[in-house]
Every structure is written in C-alpha cells, then in structure tokens.
C-alpha cells in the first residue's frame, strides 16, 4: 500500500504519450548564382559547425566581373575629378572674364571722358580736329572692347550649367559604378557556400563537376536546434499544464 502511495504521487503529476517525435526546421541550401561544381568537402549525415564550406562554385567568371567593376569604378571616380577640376577652372575664368568687363567699363568711362574734353576744345581752337578724332575713335575702341569682355563673360558663365550637368551625370555613373562594384562582391562571395548554423548535411544531391543554376537546391541542411512534438489524447488535456 505504501509502494502504491508513492507510486501515485509521483506519477499522477506526469502525461505520456507514444505519439511523438524529433522535430526540427530543415533548411534547403541551394545556389545563388549560375556555376560549375568544384569541390564538395562535405557528405550525407556530417555534422558541422556554422560557418563550415558545403559547396565550392567555380569563381572565375565572377573574379573577372569583379575586376571589371572595380576598373570601372576607378574610371568613373576619375572622370568625376576631372569634371571637379574643370567647375574649378571655369569658375577661374568667370571671375577673371568679370574683371575684363570691369577694366573695360573703367577703359570705357575715361575714353569718354577725354573724347568729351577733346570735342569741347576743338570747338575752342584749343585742340586740333585731329586730336579730337583720335579720342573718338579711342571712344568706339572702348566701347567695342566693353562689349567684346561682356559677350565673353556671358558665353563663360554660360558654360557653368553645362559643367554642372555633366557632375551630376559623373556622380550618378560613380553610385553606379559602386552599385554593380557591390553586386559582383556579392556574387563572389556566393561562390563558397557555407553552414548558416551548426547543423547536420541530409539529402545531399551536390557532386563535383555538375551545374549549379541559380535556386537549385543541392542539399537540406538539418540544424542542431530540435525540440520534441507530442500529440496527448484529449483527455490528457484536463489538468495538463506547462512547466
């Protein structure tokens, strides 16, 4: 009776059930990129740590894409500076051309200037007509060099926007330079697929020398982490509680 007792109070505290089972989240792993098959250091039931090579795809291609990016990375960059260099220099020759239209116009008012004195004094007979037609002449010399420095001021500021445009249009080929340099890191990269965790290689169909295409699976991957699934009759349910 006193076994019984025993028994019952450790016991009547537990459920069992026959319908249960090892449960886990599988993993297909498959390729990201279109390959050949160089190595598979891996076989059917290995356990492995995370992080641990299952497949060697065949990287040259993707090694010359990477070169490629790189090259025309370096290309943009430097069309980017040279384009930099220019806004610079253009902006040189503004301020230089605002210079010449400032000379000018100074030329301009002292030619003015004199051929109004001169004009004044031939009228008196203290210049001669000569002398009065060399600073006139001197006058539409000026004013057609104002207007020479002016014209050449307009063209070069005008020149500006055209170097502007052309930095944007550097600096989106630069991002995208950059955007295609980062995809073929990428695909390198995927190139050597690895464990995502620690696990164990199931249904390995992956051999050396076939061809991986992009989104083929070439085995499932059964990670570490499993819990136990059990199914209790109704019953069981009554005074069943978590733990």
């Known amino acids: 009776i006193v076994g019984l007792v025993v028994w019952w109070v450790n016991a009547s505290g537990y459920e069992s059930t026959d319908d249960a089972f090892i449960d886990a989240r599988t993993v297909s792993i498959s390729s990201q990129v279109n390959a050949a098959i160089i190595d598979v250091p891996v076989t059917d039931n290995q356990l492995v740590d995370a992080g641990t090579v299952l497949v060697r795809l065949d990287d040259r291609d993707y090694k010359a894409q990477l070169d490629q990016a790189k090259a025309q990375v370096d290309q943009a960059t430097a069309n980017m500076a040279n384009i930099e260099a220019q806004l610079v220099a253009q902006q040189a020759r503004i301020e230089q051309a605002e210079k010449q239209v400032a000379q000018s116009q100074a030329a301009l008012t002292w030619a003015q200037q004199e051929n109004e004195r001169y004009q004044r004094l031939v009228k008196t007979g203290t210049a001669t007509v000569e002398q009065a037609q060399q600073y006139a002449s001197g006058f539409l010399q000026a004013q057609a060099t104002l207007a020479a420095a002016q014209a050449n001021a307009i063209a070069t500021e005008k020149q500006l926007p055209v170097l502007q445009a052309q930095r944007r249009q550097a600096a989106a080929q630069v991002e995208q330079a950059r955007a295609a340099l980062e995809q073929a890191n990428a695909n390198l990269s995927r190139t ?42 109704a019953v069981s349910y009554t005074h069943l509680r978590a733990h």
């Open 192 to 233: 050597v697929i690895t464990a995502p965790v620690a696990g164990r290689v199931a249904r390995l169909t992956a051999a050396k020398g076939n061809y991986a295409a992009t989104g083929q699976a070439l085995m499932m991957f059964v990670p570490r982490e499993v819990w136990i699934t059990a199914n209790f009759k």
